[in-house]
């Protein structure tokens, strides 16, 4: 049934004498349960019926047809195909009838007495291996036979019968010759060390799609995107696939592949996973008219209009430029255009060669038998026949020019096929060439591997990320993640116990053999592109093959059949005689034991089972792990089986949820760094965005499973809106810029149903696609820890469901659909900021509510603060809060993860002070609170006298802020130092309880952070404001240094500052230099002692009032910055306001701390640290 199916994709068809009867070719692929590939081959021709039965009820389905043809108010377009099938009416059975209407439109009817009805058989060859042009010959030559006036030599149960039974496959590394009904044929297979077999012309693919195209289209099937290849020629859509699928060694595809999909089974489209298949472009019909419930991970492959729509945000591959170029090359070699667009004529069949003479002398010169003189004659006689075009050896046969040049025609697209696959071997050899390094062998035995597969990782994929090119990022850890890598990676893994897989043990061997050439120790973040060094050589060898061969087969002969069989009858094809075949199973004769060891050992045909040292059920189990779904079970019609492979992808995309949200959640919390003992936890930027794609992808494959009723290309966006016009909530006029702001508090800080975040995502950007609404909802909910809640609200509508949605739909599942719910439940245990990452240009309202400590403070109204928030993306300018107000609402471009807020008043009186606890900043949209700790006054003659403040703000869980940090997975950041802190680092009882030790270790600490952020991948880092002036930062790790043992005469034990002994040390120094007695006053001008001074001088003069703490937070920054803060340490500590200042046990005044401090900061002059606006705004140095 399957193979019947893949012959005629379309049922039987019917022609008339007025339509093209061409022999048509095509092939088709069957994989097997095990996984391994048949290729089918089949010659479709059209004979004449004689049967009146036949003929009378085509001409009723035809009149049937016709009056409803012309009763419809919408008739298709006429075609010039009259293809019908015979079994049943369904839709291709009448668009095939519309043919036959149209075909015979001019007569008005089907009338038997004036035409001559056809009907469509098929010839079908299945072999192990891709044999294309072999098989393509032998089935043109065994229906030539058929056609010619003169009976073949022998009946056509020998030919058959000498391919099945007597015709090896070729061995590898060598070439075989046998024979057909009219002239011989050759085939051949490439050598161990070669590329597998690949006989699908990549120049004709090439033709028809262009470079640029192909590279595109490739890049989608390496990520496992769903592509769909649309033609009206069958050949053209395996002569793609199968094109695209060579070109992936040392990848395998592993998922559904049908290239050729038969009209019966086009339920498969609404698949759920990633899938490469091809349907037939019906006469008339455009890509608008094609219902598609995929569609926003879809690759659409016009083949015949020679354009590719690609999925958005498709990566780049990497060096893509350099590859179009080097691929261009060696299609301008071969005379092709790299633009594409040119429609190929598909390879002729071998001549009817009836001259015996022309037939020896072509096998002698591929056997090479030909010497020097007479090789010499062949070839003039080759060129004379181009030149003359030759003439007709007899009237079945052709041109002795044209033998020639279809020769070399197949030997040019064989040498084209190899070097542009090689191409691609090699790319993908420079990319991956290091991978061995990366596995992780954590099982012991294989045992132990495969019950814990889902929970081991094979790959560390975090670092083999961090040597990569920074252009080959994109697309590298998208392609980490697909089934195709990681089933290549366990390949590895059980390599260890068992013998490696064919294709890896190539792709191994070969990069083994590029290091023993590679002298170059070159970085792989900055490589250079090498163009493939190993082009001519593989073809060379596949040239030697096919111009001589190497073995050649036992001729057809005459079997044992009896008198009246096999006889010939002019263009009807006879019926075989099943018995005469079947001779064959049980021949003994010196071929069967070749034809048995060859395909015995044959790579190719050995099952995944057939290994010394791994048994059968072990290896069953990790291939049913791979390939869960099966092509027979795909190929059967039956209703039971159409269910049953819903109901596995709805199974698959349960399993897919969880395996998905359990990676998410390992990977934010750092569990899988950890278990492998590599240090912190971290997850870059680049990973966490692949993930969400991901489950973008994965949410959008689950919407569109058997969706019938879609708006757009996006099946989630599309259910959005059926959704809000079902609940009558459809979004409201455009309101103005006043009354937006007027109302938005009201609207973004209420509990709002699943509908308005649709609202505000269709009022981000115009620009944005169905698709992209989609994804920015995803992350927003994602953020917001609200994705779960909202798609269960969106699936409560079950009325809507059934409306939308077949009933093997995944989301009527109710079951299944309660546990998806939960797996993307437990995403809300940790912290994303997707949404504001992602999407950077969009205006987002911000509330800001400053929270004094009111025991402590005069009336806010005393004071007229302002406020400047900053984050990753830039910063709000200042704003003015209103009179007699703590708080103030403004929109803005999206500012990123909050980062510092500066604090400031513009009264200077006496009476304007007032004592801030903290301030809070609200993000309107993601719902993400920001806590700025502030625990110190702000105002003059109080405090530190400070009129403005930078705090360091932290993100607030949205469990409260009591518990920041305490139930997520994301560690809580530094936050501002807080007054209790301030108050014991200022007091002079905290300084005589503060032990040494305890404020070098805290130092020490500090800077080693700053050290670990830098060696990070740029990726990973963190925010460096927070590290410079956060708790447990480097300043407050240097003021407990520097406040460690000062003396103070100051009664009630009042709060002193570091910035008033920096003071003193400056006019110390200045007043020294003057007087001459500073070292004798012989050092120059640039020294340290000069760039304190002028720090500080410029520190003082700048216009704004940031206080002590700021102004020495400031000169610390600036210290850092600019490498100088190793050399005023020790100036501070030998100035004599030292021993005055502190205590003889104090820090500073120990030179072995100092020194050993003075050394830790040296080791940050390496880096090169960039500040904050913020942090020095007004100071110019």
Known sequence: ?????????????????????????????????????????????????????????????????????????????????????????????????????????????????????????????????????????????????????????????????????????????????????????????????????????????????????????????????????????????????????TLLFPFQ???????????????????????????????????????????????????????????????????????????????????????????????TTSPCLSSLVLEDLMEDRRNGNLGGEELAVLERLQALARRCGGRKLSDGGKTLGRVFEEEEEELRSAKMNMQLREVFAGRFAAMFGRYEEFVIHSAPDLDSWLSNREGTFSFDKGSFLSVQPVTHLHFMSRFLETAMFSSFVDGKVISRWADREPLQQLFDSRLVRERLYDTDDEDSRNCRYRKCTVLFESAQAIERRLLKADHTAIHPHLLDMRIGQGR???????????????????????????????RRTDPKRSTPTESSTLDNEQRQKHTFWRKNLRQSKLLDLSPVAVTQTHRDFVDGLLRECRLKTKRMLMERMGKESLELGQGEANITGLQENTLIHGLCDLLERTWGHC???????????????????????????????????????????????????????????????????????????????????????????????????????????????????????????VDYLCFTRVFTSISIPYRVVIMPMKKLSIAMATVNPWVCVSGELGDSGVRQIPKNTQEIFFQCKNLGRLSTLQLGQENSGLLAKCLIDSVMVYNEITGHTYRFPCGRWLGKGVGDGSLERVLIGQLVSPGGEEDAGRWSGTPPELASPSQSVRTVLGSLGGRSRMMSVEVQEEMREAANNLVKHFHKPEQERGNLTVLLCGEGGLVLSLEKFLLHGMKSSRLFQRNVFVWDFVEKAVVSMETADQMGD??????????????????????????????????????????????????????????????????????????????????ILHTLHEFTITLETALVKGVDL
């Not at 430029?321 to 190929?344: A, D, Y």
């Not at 094809?573 to 018995?579: G, T």
């Open 253 to 347: 595809w592993q998922h559904i592949y049908l290239p050729i999909l038969p009209a019966p089974l086009h339920h498969l489209l609404d698949a759920p996973v990633p899938f490469l298949m091809g349907i037939q472009r019906r006469d008339g019909t455009q890509r608008s008219s094609l219902h598609l419930p995929h569609e926003a991970n879809l690759c659409f492959v016009d083949i015949d209009n020679h354009c590719v729509e690609a999925p958005e945000d498709l990566p780049l591959f990497p060096d893509q430029t350099e590859l179009i170029q080097e691929l261009s090359e060696v299609l301008l070699r071969f005379g092709l255009p790299p633009q594409g667009g040119v429609m190929t004529k598909p390879v």
């Open 707 to 829: 969706l019938q009723l879609k708006q757009g290309k996006s099946a989630l966006w599309s259910h959005l809106l059926h959704y809000q016009a079902t609940e009558g909530k459809m979004e409201a006029p455009a309101e103005s810029p006043v009354q937006c702001e007027a109302t938005m508090r009201k609207d973004f800080r209420t509990c709002e149903p699943v509908c308005c975040p649709p609202r505000f995502v269709q009022t981000m950007s115009e620009s944005l696609s169905e698709v992209g609404r989609a994804r920015a909802w995803i992350h927003l909910a994602l953020e917001k820890k609200m994705l779960s809640q909202h798609l269960k609200e969106l699936l409560t509508n079950q009325e809507l469901l059934r409306q939308l949605y077949k009933p093997h739909a995944f989301l009527l599942c109710e079951e299944e659909r309660e546990q998806f719910l939960f797996h993307l439940l437990s995403l809300n245990t």
């Open 1078 to 1159: 500073l070292r004798g006053s012989t050092e120059p001008k640039g020294l340290p002692c000069d760039s304190l001074c002028h720090y500080v001088n410029a520190i003082n003069a700048s216009p704004r009032n940031i206080g002590k703490e700021g102004k020495f937070q400031l000169l610390v920054c600036l210290g850092i910055r600019d490498r100088l803060l190793s050399q005023w340490l020790p100036l501070l500590a030998d100035c004599p306001l030292s021993a005055r200042t502190f205590e003889e046990g104090a820090l500073l005044r120990d030179r072995a701390a100092v020194q050993s401090l003075s050394r």
């Open 568 to 598: 010939h009858q002019q263009g009807y094809f006879p019926k075989l005689q099943a018995d005469v075949l079947a001779q064959g199973q049980n021949t003994n004769n010196r071929w069967s034991g070749r034809v048995t060891a060859s």
């Open 1 to 245: 049934m399957q193979t019947t199916l893949l012959c005629m994709p379309r049922g039987l068809a019917f022609r008339t004498q007025a339509d093209s009867l061409e022999p048509q070719f095509h092939s088709f692929t069957i994989a097997s349960d095990d996984g391994t590939r048949s290729y089918g081959f089949v010659h479709t021709f059209y004979e004449e019926v004689t049967s009146a039965q036949i003929t009378t009820a085509m001409q009723t389905l035809f009149q049937m047809h016709h009056v409803e043809h012309h009763s419809s108010s919408s008739a298709s377009s006429p075609s010039s195909s009259s293809s019908s099938s015979a079994s049943s009416l369904d839709e291709s059975d009448a668009e095939s009838l519309a043919g036959v209407s149209g075909c015979l439109g001019c007569a008005g009817s089907f009338d038997p007495a004036r035409d001559t009805l056809y009907v469509s058989k098929a010839l079908c060859l299945l072999t192990p291996l891709p044999f294309l042009q072999a098989a393509r010959q032998f089935l043109s030559q065994l229906h030539q036979a058929v056609t010619s006036h003169t009976a073949p030599p022998l009946p056509l149960e020998s030919y058959i019968h000498n391919i099945l039974y007597e015709v090896p496959l070729p061995p590898p590394g060598r070439s075989l010759r046998f024979h057909g009904v009219q002239g011989p044929i050759m085939c051949q297979r490439p050598g161990p060390d070669e590329l597998p077999l690949g006989d699908y012309p990549l120049g004709e693919a090439f033709s028809l799609l262009g470079v640029d195209n192909m590279v595109q289209l490739l890049t989608c099937v390496l990520l496992e995107m769903q592509v769909l290849l649309y033609s009206q020629d069958y050949q053209r859509l395996m002569t793609v696939a199968e094109g695209i699928n």
